[in-house]
DNA sequence: CTGTTAGCGCCTTCAA
DNA sequence: TTGAAGGCGCTAACAG
């Protein structure tokens, strides 16, 4: 039985037997409203229901307590653990969050960034597609509002953004691995093409290149990010000729796909072979006995880039003023059962 | 580098050489204009990189092309892939989201509902907490816009909802592991307040029933619908004197804590007991081989959601036509390897 | 302290 | 076919 059309702020002012603006200086607690009346403003608020109308504020104010949040594929665990902190966060501020997938689909994207223009969002909060779509550079550039970048940085654009210390994340696990005396290591890294994917070999690399070991080139797995990819390469890798003793899987899906390529090959983990993954996906605990994880801080992510987004929108209508802040936070290593020293 | 303020209708008719009317009926499509100046404004448009205020537009129209969608709980995989959905289906029909998550805190629904009135969205989609809090009953009565529920609905609430049928939801995992000769069989229900649970084990003891097997009362584990809930509960029944033959676990939190437990004992799925599951979470594809499940229509939920709640927005400011529909949607099995025939 | 008033940007009559 | 004008609900300046 939903009701009649929400009451203005006239109808409130009526029955206070006030004028509109004490009834906005009182909802507001701008200006100075004497108690008696604060009292009369707030009973006839509360009788009617009455709730503010954002539009009307927004046209007036300028400013729509509206944040933007793109998010390139919310299949991933990990982003979705960013929206969730994300969300919590621009609330508790006082900020709606207008969400939007792209589904790694840049079409989508474009479409859903043109609409946050019309929304006039106070500020977006971007976790690009892996692809971008002809003119994005541009757009994000120009965007009339305060904008950052999570998790993915795109080259040569001056924007701020958060995002992991990927090399390191790669020399942690080259590090932990070398510790266990493991030599044959394998990486299922996804596209070469995207930056973090190359950070991460990177850093493992260069880890394992620290310890006087050299990363067989051969054992380096490239394709897409997708789970099925990284079942294909755990496959491949599996049955190779000479088995890995321990294998990098450097994302969400891939990690998934290597995981199910194991237990339908009724290989043991950390017996058969060691296994490294990069965050903390739900399913984490169904590996026996635990997995050994690079982790990236996805609340202080979620809190520098609340914190940092909202500075700038305070600081101006735009973020102009100084220059755009990169922000690197750094990963940590959790070792748990999925990885073993090597017998010798 | 981020630019000056959006340009507005007024530039880009000074632009065009026109009036605002004619920008303003040919960007909409509305009203006559001779093709030379739809060209004019059109450029004009584009070269300014105009972009509607949407605040401007819905004060004016009354409408704000907004829906907001107040979700019980994010990390729930099933909700997660009812948000998916829900987005692009709302995007595709032109229609912006705006996300809250509750996680299961009254507060937090409370709160952000009141916000979706201030945006004056459309319509609300409402996956509710399962705690209610003082007023809610009202408070959705009397919406002032069309409102749906989803997956869960309120018990005395007269409002539109979308649900899976939990008690055939029952049946089938009742007739399933019947017909493989499961005699001993558990169940993981979380917590009986909740109507889905009792529901579903309604629906699993009536189809046990009508198979002449009468279900063991001691096996019925309730508590809460956490994953450490779930874990303790198949903890305490795989230590069970006569431990039961299958364990059927209703929700995701709870499956994954069963599994997790499973694993910890080191138990072989099906050798040792069958499992079956609701929904599909990503990780159904770790337990070998493969996990029988009950489904429930995730897609053909959003799209009833969507589709139920669109035609409510454009019958009328208020959604007071006709009663409150009630929609049950089928849930259908899917046997996988984690169910296997007892030996006799 | 309180009230009156002028727009914010847009769409939609209504006149020309 | 085109343009001028009013007003959606609200806040901020200003007047009393």
């Known amino acids: 039985m939903p009701a009649a059309p929400l009451p203005t702020i006239h109808e409130v002012a009526r029955l206070a037997g006030v004028s509109v603006a004490t009834v906005s200086k009182t909802l507001n607690r701008s200006g100075k409203v004497s108690e008696l009346l604060q009292a009369r403003v707030n009973a006839a608020a ?191 890798l599996l049955r190779h000729a000479q088995r890995p003793t321990a294998i990098f899987a450097t994302n969400n899906h891939l990690s998934l796909g290597l995981l199910r390529a194991i237990a339908e090959r009724g290989l043991s983990i950390p017996d058969d072979l060691s296994v490294i993954a990069v965050d903390e996906p739900p399913w984490a605990g169904l590996v026996r006995p635990g997995m050994t994880i690079v982790t990236q801080p996805s609340e202080a992510i979620a809190q520098t880039t609340v914190s940092t987004l909202l500075s700038r929108v305070s600081e101006g209508r735009s973020g102009v003023e100084g220059e755009a802040r990169s922000i690197q936070l750094q990963p940590a290593l959790v070792v748990r059962g999925s990885t073993a020293a090597i017998r010798t």
């Open 46 to 236: 509360r009788k009617l229901g009455y709730a503010p109308h954002a539009s009307a504020r927004s046209l007036r104010s300028g400013a729509t307590r509206i944040l933007g949040l793109l998010v390139a594929d919310l299949a991933n665990p990990y982003f979705l653990r960013l929206v969730e902190s994300i969300e919590r966060l621009s609330s508790a501020a006082g900020y709606s969050v207008i969400l939007c997938n792209s589904a790694e689909d840049p079409e989508r994207e474009e479409r859903h960034l043109a609409m946050l223009l019309s929304q006039r969002a106070d500020g977006v909060i971007i976790i690009p597609t892996r692809r971008g779509w002809s003119g994005r550079q541009a757009a994000l550039a120009d965007l009339p509002m305060p904008g950052i970048l999570v998790d993915r940085r795109i080259e040569g654009l001056e924007l701020d953004s958060v995002t992991t210390d990927n090399v390191a994340l790669g020399r942690l696990a080259a590090e932990h691995l070398d510790d266990l005396g493991h030599r044959r290591i394998a990486v299922i890294m996804g596209s070469p093409e995207h930056q973090i994917a190359r950070h991460r070999l990177d850093g493992l690399r260069s880890g394992l290149a620290s310890r006087g070991t050299t990363l067989d080139e051969r054992l380096i797995e490239k394709d897409n990010f997708s789970e099925a990819a990284g079942h294909a390469a755990a496959m491949r």
